[in-house]
């Protein structure tokens, strides 16, 4: 019997199971051989390497917003957030970028001016905020915010007010200026907690040749 290229040979049956080829011998059954440890995982990846790659809820939610970023046309600062329930639901996700209907090929990206009004500052959305208006849930009561930076002030206001109650951010680079100092004291009067992600990984690859396409039943 040949199954994606695997031939039985005379003394050993190909066995096919949702958790893809094996070979029925007494090592397989050991599961000692490579052979049989490689086949058994659904994408005849390795096992190890399978288990290397998973992400935990923290780090699949701070990965999509930071997914979420790459859509920034901030040329200085791409910032992405993602909101979850409590039942680990994505709720709502958003980037820095500039209101609905103002182009961004003509408002302004810089970051200095002697005028304020020609400074990305005076128009851009905030990551926080966007995810909050792009919410697809009723409310965000209770909710997780996952934000690669430490939230200014107007959006710890927006963020207390939406009822969220915890953010966990990656980047407190920003922690000694005043708005962030604002956020803090609000953050705290409203009983909003706030924690650093420490990410286990250095980076997470999203490869779109890696899934094989070939995979058995
Ligand atoms: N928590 C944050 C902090 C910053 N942003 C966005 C807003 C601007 O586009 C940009 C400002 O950062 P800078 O270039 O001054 O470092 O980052 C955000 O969305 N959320
Ligand atoms: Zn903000």
């Known amino acids: 019997?040949?199954?994606?290229?695997?031939?039985?040979?005379?003394?050993?049956?190909?066995?096919?199971?949702l958790n893809g080829l094996y070979i029925e011998d007494e090592e397989a059954k050991a599961g000692?051989?490579?052979?049989?440890?490689?086949?058994?995982?659904?994408?005849?990846?390795?096992?190890?390497?399978?288990?290397?790659?998973?992400?935990?809820?923290?780090?699949?939610?701070?990965a999509v917003a930071f997914l979420s970023a790459m859509r920034s046309k901030d040329p200085c600062t791409q910032v992405g957030a993602c909101i979850i329930d409590t039942n680990n639901r994505i709720v709502g996700v958003g980037y820095n970028g500039m209101p609905i209907g103002c182009s961004d090929e003509i408002l302004p990206w810089g970051k200095t001016s002697s005028k304020p009004l020609e400074t990305k500052y005076m128009y851009v959305c905030h990551a926080e905020?966007?995810?909050?208006?792009?919410?697809?849930?009723?409310?965000?009561?209770?909710?997780?915010?996952?934000?690669?930076l430490f939230p200014c002030n107007e959006c710890a206001k927006l963020i207390i007010q939406a009822g969220i109650k915890l953010v966990v951010y990656m980047s407190d680079k920003h922690k000694n200026k005043p708005s962030t100092e604002a956020s803090k004291l609000m953050f705290n009067m409203a009983g909003v907690k706030y924690q650093q992600f420490v990410p286990k990984k250095s980076k997470i690859v999203i490869d779109f040749e890696e899934i094989d396409w070939n995979m058995s039943v």
Not at 138 to 144: M, Q, S
């Open 129 to 148: 905020m966007n995810a909050i208006m792009n919410k697809n849930s009723a409310d965000l009561k209770g909710c997780t915010l996952y934000v690669a």
């Open 32 to 62: 000692n051989s490579n052979q049989a440890k490689i086949i058994r995982s659904c994408n005849y990846r390795d096992l190890e390497k399978k288990r290397e790659d998973y992400l935990e809820w923290p780090e699949y939610f701070m």
């Open 1 to 17: 019997m040949s199954t994606d290229g695997f031939e039985a040979s005379d003394e050993k049956t190909l066995n096919v199971t």
